[in-house]
């Protein structure tokens, strides 16, 4: 399954492009909004990483996915004071809406999938 590759890779772009915006936030946002925006995007690169090395990877997914939305309320925020200009913010929602949908269906894949059996006893 090449998905997860991709979605992590995805998720690797994104941080380098949002860590590089971050440092330009004007410095009373950088370190109250944009600490949340970076560790929050983080979050998203870690989940993905842990769930792309387990088997039972429903509960990383589920944390990712919860990290994408935390991610675009933070980069909507960081829109509407200005840290961001519309252009930037258009090509990271698109961006988060991919990360995002990639997330759902390998979170869905994950969740139809039956686990291991778990080993007998000799």
Same mark, same amino acid.
Request: charge should be positive; hydrophobic fraction near 45%.
């Given at each position: 399954? &090449?998905?997860?590759?991709?979605?992590? =890779?995805?998720?690797?772009?994104?941080?380098?492009?949002?860590?590089?915006?971050?440092?330009? $936030?004007?410095?009373?946002?950088r370190f109250s909004?944009? =600490?949340?925006?970076?560790?929050?995007?983080?979050?998203?690169?870690?989940?993905?990483?842990?769930?792309?090395?387990?088997?039972?990877?429903?509960?990383?997914?589920?944390?990712a996915s919860r990290?994408?939305? /935390?991610?675009?309320?933070?980069?909507?925020?960081?829109?509407?004071?200005? =840290?961001?200009?519309?252009?930037?913010?258009? $090509?990271?929602?698109?961006?988060l809406d991919e990360?995002?949908?990639? &997330?759902?269906?390998?979170?869905?894949?994950? =969740? /139809? &999938?039956?686990?291991?059996?778990?080993? /007998?006893?000799?």
């Open positions: 399954m &090449t998905e997860p590759a991709v979605a992590v =890779q995805k998720a690797y772009d994104w941080n380098l492009w949002i860590l590089a915006k971050i440092e330009k $936030f004007h410095r009373g946002y909004l944009g =600490q949340n925006l970076a560790e929050a995007s983080l979050d998203l690169l870690n989940h993905l990483v842990d769930a792309s090395y387990q088997n039972r990877n429903a509960s990383s997914l589920a944390a990290s994408v939305n /935390r991610v675009r309320i933070l980069l909507r925020l960081a829109k509407d004071l200005r =840290q961001i200009d519309l252009k930037a913010w258009e $090509f990271a929602a698109h961006a990360i995002g949908r990639m &997330t759902g269906g390998w979170l869905r894949h994950a =969740q /139809r &999938t039956p686990s291991a059996p778990a080993a /007998r006893p000799l």
